[in-house]
């Protein structure tokens, strides 16, 4: 079955927060503490704030629905006159590797394209194999290591890179 793929409304935010909540579970059950991900998915995907990305006029959201039912969603900025940086890309776990993943990288890339930018980055935390895997074979390139704070710990991450 074929995702759809559109903008998010204000109708999503319920969704999209139970998307990340069994997505993070699912990818980083093993790389972090479940209070971690506790404390992380109350402070990055609290409901008033995810209605704030939707509606705000610089971020491009979008969710994937299956049957009607949103399984999956994407974030985007323009951060710098040449990238865009993918803030969040979330797929139910009961939907990997149906393709919805590449559905919403084809339409942040898309996005990423009328905006004249050269590139698309993005963060995977680097205990993360499913995202490593996943951002590597849709054709992000794996750049230096840094560090992200989550929930107020410090943990490796690689930078990745999609041109456009």
Do not use: K
Not at 92 to 116: K, Y
Request: net charge negative.
């Amino acid at each position: 079955m074929t995702a759809a793929i559109r903008e998010a409304t204000d109708d999503d935010v319920e969704a999209v927060v139970e998307v990340a909540e069994a997505a993070w579970y699912a990818a980083y059950g093993g790389a972090l503490d479940p209070s971690t991900i506790a404390a992380a998915l109350a402070e990055y995907y609290d409901p008033e704030l995810v209605a704030a990305g939707i509606d705000h006029e610089a971020i491009a959201f979008y969710v994937a629905e299956v049957d009607g039912a949103v399984v999956g969603f994407a974030s985007a900025e323009q951060t710098w006159a040449d990238e865009v940086e993918l803030h969040t890309l979330y797929v139910h776990p009961d939907r990997w590797g149906e393709g919805i993943g590449s559905a919403l990288v084809g339409r942040v890339t898309e996005w990423a394209r009328e905006r004249g930018v050269d590139r698309v980055a993005c963060g995977v935390l680097a205990a993360n194999a499913i995202g490593i895997g996943f951002f590597e074979a849709v054709g992000f390139r794996r750049g230096r290591q840094a560090d992200a704070e989550i929930a107020g710990e410090l943990h490796a991450e690689y930078e990745y890179e999609l041109a456009v």
